[in-house]
């Protein structure tokens, strides 16, 4: 028997933010490919971990995170969102977002249950569906609006193109179980509406599903309301919702994040999460708990300075000749290098640290069909105004 990945993560690879990182980091480019900030977080929040890592303890946390931050988070939900949560069984710690989708996953999905979801959508779905034993099913968000189609959504969660009603649920056929949505989206910059999450959630109230909502982009909706998909009619009891610390605060290298929802569903998060990691990053806790009650003042002023970044990235990627997508939340803007004669964004992308010392992250990445994201290019704009004007100039070399 050769000693090797196992059968459900081979042809996960190297994540492309890793692949393309390397490969900014060898060539010297301006890496807008990861989704990072190039600028830390408040200097108080730094200050804040590292007086508690100074005065300690350094020791495991409760498993579902310290009652600080498990209030804190609750008081979050409720001042943003007027949700009531209770902080002892509503609320689970995580290790960053990644990890609380993926416990989400694990806690919740029987071998075979098919799990819906967008495409393009952030990569860590399609691995934690994979580990949890879970059946991908995707619906498109089409360029250029990536608007939601209703009835292609009922149709994969019914199942229509693998068997539909006749078979069962579990058997990667039959009607699926739950649906992961994100919320601003990631790569597209999508925020969903009001309207098409209502839709949504009919979806899921018809078909019982287990809705995991990802809103680590929450407090960054530039045009259109943030509506977290718990707080409709119908959903609190079907929905995890998680977030983190590290969009929000410019604090990605932390990997604090949270899941609130009903008490049996966190309850399946934790039982998973335990057996994962257990708990982490104590001291960091104590200051994420401080920064969730920054002022508002703090939340505006970090979502408008990231919207003039947006602008500046979009306006400098169209006077490159890329037809741009412009983002309504979000961290990423997606570029269509067919504009300028390019048919494939992943040997485009391949090529450009040598070609101009840029990394950008090719959409087909993100997409189960081939076709969807084929010429499009995902760039981060969540870095300095000089970098960003720096990187539009070396695009626009490419027209030479
Ligand atoms: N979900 C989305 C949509 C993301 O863009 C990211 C990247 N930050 C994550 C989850 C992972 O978040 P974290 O770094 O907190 O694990
Ligand atoms: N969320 C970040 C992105 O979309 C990357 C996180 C990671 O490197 N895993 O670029």
Same mark, same amino acid.
């Given at each position: ?29 301006? &890496? ?10 408040? /200097?108080?929040?730094?200050?804040? !971990? ?57 806690? $919740? ?57 006749? +078979? ?13 949505? &994100? ?7 999508? $925020?969903?509406? /009001? !309207? ?53 605060? !410019? ?5 604090? #994040? ?7 569903? $966190? ?22 708990? /401080? ?28 006077? +490159? ?38 990394? #950008?992250?090719?959409?087909? $990445? ?7 994201? /084929? ?21 626009? #070399?490419?027209?030479?």
């Amino acid at each position: 028997m050769p000693h090797e990945t196992a059968a459900r993560l081979r042809g996960f690879g190297t994540t492309i933010f890793a692949e393309m990182t390397a490969l900014a980091t060898e060539a010297g480019a301006i &890496n807008l490919g990861q989704g990072f900030p190039d600028e830390d977080g408040p /200097r108080e929040i730094l200050e804040a !971990a590292s007086e508690a890592l100074l005065a300690g303890p350094n020791q495991y946390t409760p498993g579902r995170g310290t009652p600080e931050l498990r209030a804190a988070v609750v008081a979050h939900a409720a001042r943003w969102y007027g949700r009531e949560l209770d902080p002892d069984t509503q609320v689970q710690v995580t290790v960053g977002a990644t990890e609380g989708i993926a416990a989400a996953l694990l806690g $919740v999905c029987e071998p075979g249950d098919a799990v819906v979801t967008f495409e393009p959508y952030y990569d860590s779905y399609a691995a934690g569906i994979a580990m949890s034993g879970g059946v991908r099913r995707t619906v498109a968000l089409r360029p250029p609006s990536f608007g939601l189609d209703v009835e292609a959504l009922r149709a994969a969660v019914r199942g229509d193109a693998v068997g539909g009603r006749s +078979a069962r649920r579990g058997d990667g056929a039959g009607p699926a179980r739950v649906l992961v949505l &994100n919320s601003p989206h990631n790569p597209t910059g999508k $925020v969903f509406t /009001r !309207a098409e999450l209502e839709a949504i959630a009919e979806v899921c109230r018809e078909h019982d599903l287990v809705a995991i909502c990802d809103e680590v982009y929450e407090h960054l909706a530039f045009d259109g309301e943030h509506v977290p998909l718990a707080t409709l009619p119908g959903m609190a009891e079907r929905t995890l919702t998680v977030s983190s610390a590290g969009k929000t605060f !410019a604090l990605t290298g932390w990997k604090v #994040g949270w899941v609130t929802g009903p008490p049996a569903l $966190v309850t399946a998060v934790a039982t998973a999460k335990q057996f994962l990691t257990f708990s982490g990053h104590g001291p960091l806790q104590h200051a994420v708990a /401080r920064a969730l009650a920054l002022d508002d003042a703090y939340f505006s002023v970090a979502r408008d300075r990231l919207r003039t970044r947006r602008d500046r990235l979009c306006d400098g990627l169209e006077a +490159a000749g890329l037809t741009t997508l412009r983002p309504e939340g979000g961290y990423f803007a997606i570029g269509d290098v067919a504009s300028i004669g390019e048919d494939d964004g992943a040997a485009f992308c391949r090529a450009l640290p040598a070609r101009c010392g840029v990394v #950008g992250v090719p959409v087909s $990445v993100f997409c189960d069909d081939p076709d969807l994201g /084929r010429t499009l290019v995902r760039f981060a704009y969540c870095k300095r105004e000089d970098v960003i004007d720096e990187a539009a100039s070396r695009l626009a #070399g490419l027209r030479g």
